[in-house]
């Protein structure tokens, strides 16, 4: 551990709620739900402290809405929330997407649907978290593992929010909001952040959605002089609606695409032991805890495992997939759904490759000795 670090024992939740001020956010709206309370609980004491704000408002749909205003308005901004109430922002979260306006949604996964089960696990909003708003968009969703990454993929949320001018959901489950580890806090001096990019012109000449050689343009803060609209109709340069078909092209056009040239900086994966593998294991979440010791375990019974586990599940790390699986002809993805990230992949792997799903809806962990059955049952 570096000496400028400081070791802590917290909690998944709790450790989001610090990642989310070490990285500047000063200003959460949200509605307590199981299991995510712990978030703005935290927040509604530490935020005041550092001259932020919380908003305890009426409902899911109000806190996105005030987080949205917020945003626009300078602050970094963040809402927290589980499956029922994450149903409840898509509205506004499309608003968002199309407004371009950074911010980040912690969506606690519990089970599904409707009111499930909330006291226990789920990935089951994984599908949702990418077309849970209407209409085609891009999105940023990623996955911590652990209480450390918590606590930094949140850090890591907001710099990419700030960076792509988009919202970025921290798309974790119960089991890991809920477990306690021990984590190394970096000093402040040691984070870095990346604010939004500002524009270089005069007020008047300022253009909010102006096609940019890197596809995000420049946001003004409202209140620092610059006027513009903001609307979540299809719009042109200048933010005011549009009908013109072409305008509407190069737009949505833009919008759709505007990650794609930044891929290197957006996608994160842990690999290992994928150079001469028998097998490959794909997760995320707290089954890629559960999957790191199958392999373990695969590789004392004489099985070469590889691991892949993704950080960033939207955009979906479609390369690497597509490379790893021509070295395979398994590849086993435990999941807390019924399947949902093991479906994309075989959208892009080779006829001949077989997926085993490994998966559980009842709330329940994955146990590593049930991905290793899965391989013996195959064999």
Known sequence: MSNNSTAKLMQGNVAIAHGAIAAGCRFFAGYPITPSSEIAEVLSKELPAV???????????????????????????????????FSLKQENLGMAVMAEVPLVVVDV???????????????????????????????????????????????????????????????????????????????????????????????????????????????????????????????????????DEKEAHRQLMRLNTKFDQHMDSILDYEEINTKNMDLLLVSYGAPARSAKRAMKIMQKQGVNAGYLRLKTIWPFATDKIKKLSRKVDTIIV????????????????????????????????????????AMIKKD
């Open 51 to 85: 001259d932020g704000t919380f908003i305890q408002m009426e409902d899911e749909i109000a806190s996105i809405g005030a987080v949205v205003g917020a945003s626009i308005a300078g602050a970094k901004s963040m809402t927290a929330t589980s499956g029922p109430g």
């Open 109 to 243: 996964q519990r089970g599904g649907p409707s009111t499930g089960l909330p006291t226990k696990g789920s990935q089951g909003d994984v599908m949702q978290a990418r077309w849970g708003t209407h209409g085609d968009h891009p999105i940023i969703a990623i996955a911590p593992s652990s209480v450390e990454e918590c606590y930094d993929m949140t850090i890591r949320a907001f710099n990419l929010a700030e960076q792509y001018r988009t919202p970025v959901i921290i798309l974790t489950d119960e089991i890991i909001a809920h477990l306690t580890e021990k984590i190394e806090i970096k000093p402040a001096s040691k984070i870095e952040l990346y604010n939004r990019g500002k524009p270089n012109v005069a007020p008047e000449k300022y253009l909010p959605y102006k096609l940019t050689e890197s596809g995000i343009p420049p946001m003004a803060n409202f209140g620092e002089g610059y006027r513009y609209h903001i609307t979540g109709l299809v719009h042109d340069e200048t933010g005011f609606p549009t009908n």
């Open 334 to 373: 435990p999941e807390m759904n019924l399947g949902q990230i093991a479906g994309e992949i075989e959208r892009y792997i080779p006829d001949n490759t077989e997926i085993i799903r490994v998966n559980h809806v009842n709330g329940e962990a994955i146990k590593p000795q049930e991905i290793v059955n």
